[in-house]
């Protein structure tokens, strides 16, 4: 496939760009701080910048009339729906985590959040210090599942590519759910499983969780 990138000269979008192109796919437009390239026209548009770029992205991919691919971290309510209308014309996947291990996460969360009334709930986040939002949009999946007001910490520690631990616990017991992506590539994974599934769907608003438990 001939994809593109917003964002493609920061860290994910790099690690995007060379695992697809490790799979045989060509890299043919992109996006980023100093302006476009561009060398033919792409059939889907990946995004990992920041919230302000998504005007941009918006405009490109209503140009290109190309499927979106989203990770970017720290949208508003009112851009996640701009994306959710956009999603009338073009299809779309968003989610704020493309690892595995955090769906599977999510799962779990799911499967125990109706036995823990009472219990003490906290989520901790630690990510590199280049990262720029906080809390991380993982974190707030994992609340956002939970149906609580859960506090988070957000830990900035050197080049931890991403850690989420949720704890929770009574008088009795601490149960710990943690999850460790070892480098960006268990992202990159996801979003390669993403464009495969985009590639053929119809217009509309897919989320990582669609695209891992489709059958
Ligand atoms: N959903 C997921 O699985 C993951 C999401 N993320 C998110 O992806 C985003 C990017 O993360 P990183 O690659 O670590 O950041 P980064 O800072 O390395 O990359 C961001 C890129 O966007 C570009 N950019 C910034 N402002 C711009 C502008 N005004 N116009 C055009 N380009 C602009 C930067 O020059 C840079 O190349 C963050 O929101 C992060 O939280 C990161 C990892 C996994
Ligand atoms: O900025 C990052 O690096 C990451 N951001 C995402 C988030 O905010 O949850 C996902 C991952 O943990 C890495």
């Known amino acids: ?4 990138i917003v964002g493609y000269k920061g860290r994910m ?6 695992l697809f192109e ?4 060509e890299f043919v437009w992109g996006y980023d701080k100093d302006g476009e390239y561009f060398s033919q026209t ?5 995004d990992f910048s ?5 005007e941009k992205t918006i405009e490109f991919v209503k140009n290109f009339k190309v499927p ?3 990770g970017t971290t720290g949208l508003s309510e009112e851009q996640l729906q701009s994306l959710k209308l956009l999603s009338q014309e073009i299809p779309i996947v968003q989610s704020y985590n ?10 779990v969360v799911d499967l125990l959040k109706e036995y823990i009334d009472g219990w003490d709930i906290e989520i901790v986040e630690a990510h590199h210090r280049f990262k720029k939002d906080k809390p991380s ?6 609340k956002e599942c939970l149906e609580k007001e859960v506090p988070i910490s957000s830990l900035r520690l050197g080049n931890v590519p991403g850690d989420h631990i949720l704890y929770l616990a009574n008088l009795g017991e601490v149960l710990t759910i943690s999850h460790r992506a070892l480098s960006r590539r268990a992202f990159a994974d996801g979003v390669y499983k993403s464009a495969n599934f985009i590639l053929n769907k119809e217009n509309g608003f897919y989320i990582f969780e669609d695209v891992m438990f489709e059958n």
């Open 1 to 4: 496939m001939k994809f593109g």
């Open 13 to 18: 979008g790099n690690e995007v760009k060379l």
């Open 22 to 25: 490790e799979k045989g796919h």
């Open 42 to 46: 792409p059939e889907l548009i990946i």
């Open 50 to 54: 920041l919230p302000e770029v998504l």
């Open 68 to 70: 979106l691919i989203i």
């Open 98 to 107: 493309f690892s595995i291990g955090i769906q599977l996460f999510l799962k």
């Open 137 to 142: 949009g993982t974190a707030k999946m994992i």
